[in-house]
Nanobody, 117 residues
Framework: QVQLVESGGGLVQPGDSLRLACVAS???????MAWYRQAPGKQRELVAR???????NYLDSVKGRFTIDRDNAFRKITLDMNNLKPEDTAVYYC????????????WGQGTQVTVSE
């Protein structure tokens, strides 16, 4: 089993910044990690993804504003979010594609990000 614990959400104003963090209960070496988000009434969407060698991919609407990074030594990934907009409001989830004998699709519990005046 794998537990992913997110932190760092909150209420901010447009233009502000936030850093989300996700810590895994086991090693993330070789694991593709990602951040997803889900806004009320909308489907969950992939925000940013980082492969085991550090290659990153981003949702078009966050390119240039968000940065995903990983620190394998601390079993952690982060999402730096700058110039936040009201449309970034959502619950953000950490995700990892683990292989523990068999594939394990691990999700965190989510952290709320609200961008509002």
């Amino acid at each position: 089993q794998v537990q992913l614990v997110e932190s760092g959400g909150g209420l901010v104003q447009p233009g502000d910044s936030l850093r989300l963090a996700c810590v895994a209960s086991r090693s993330i070496v070789g694991v593709v990690m990602a951040w997803y988000r889900q806004a009320p009434g909308k489907q969950r969407e992939l925000v940013a993804r980082i492969t085991r060698n550090g290659t990153t991919n981003y949702l078009d609407s966050v390119k240039g504003r968000f940065t995903i990074d990983r620190d394998n030594a601390f079993r952690k990934i982060t999402l730096d979010m700058n110039n936040l907009k009201p449309e970034d409001t959502a619950v953000y989830y950490c995700h990892g594609d683990f292989v523990l004998g068999t594939p394990v699709d691990a999700w965190g519990q989510g952290t709320q990000v609200t961008v509002s005046e």
